[in-house]
């Protein structure tokens, strides 16, 4: 029943913004600890950015700077506001979270389907 889905990937050129959107639904109870990941073929998916329930954030060294991870609690969405955007930040975009369900006590950890960015002039 628990869907991640992300949205707002694009064609953008160097320099430009974008702002990722992640919509959590179904039979949850709580969201916990979410993330945003990326992937390229042939090389590892990798964190982008992490906030927990509390707003605690980190991010990876290559992001620093460009990218702003929030979220939005009533909403259950989490976002990822892109800037200054590189070529090297070309890749498949991942929503993921660790979240506790109506019908369990226990954390169970969630992944979107991934959206597209692609960063050309």
């Known amino acids: 029943q628990v869907q991640l889905v992300e949205s707002g990937g694009g064609l953008v050129q160097p320099g430009g913004s974008l702002r990722l959107s992640c919509a959590a639904s179904?039979?949850?109870?709580?969201?916990?600890?979410t993330g945003w990941y990326r992937q390229v073929p042939g090389k590892q998916r990798e964190l982008v950015a992490r906030?927990?329930?509390?707003?605690?954030?980190n991010y990876a060294d290559s992001v620093k700077g460009r990218f702003t991870i929030s979220r939005d609690n009533a909403k259950n969405t989490v976002y990822l506001q892109m800037d200054s955007l590189k070529p090297e930040d070309t890749a498949v975009y991942y929503c993921n979270a660790d979240l506790r369900r109506y019908s369990t006590s226990s954390r169970i950890n969630y992944w979107g389907q991934g959206t597209q960015v692609t960063v050309s002039s």
């Open positions: 179904g039979n949850i109870y709580n969201i916990y600890d």
């Open positions: 906030i927990t329930n509390l707003g605690s954030t």
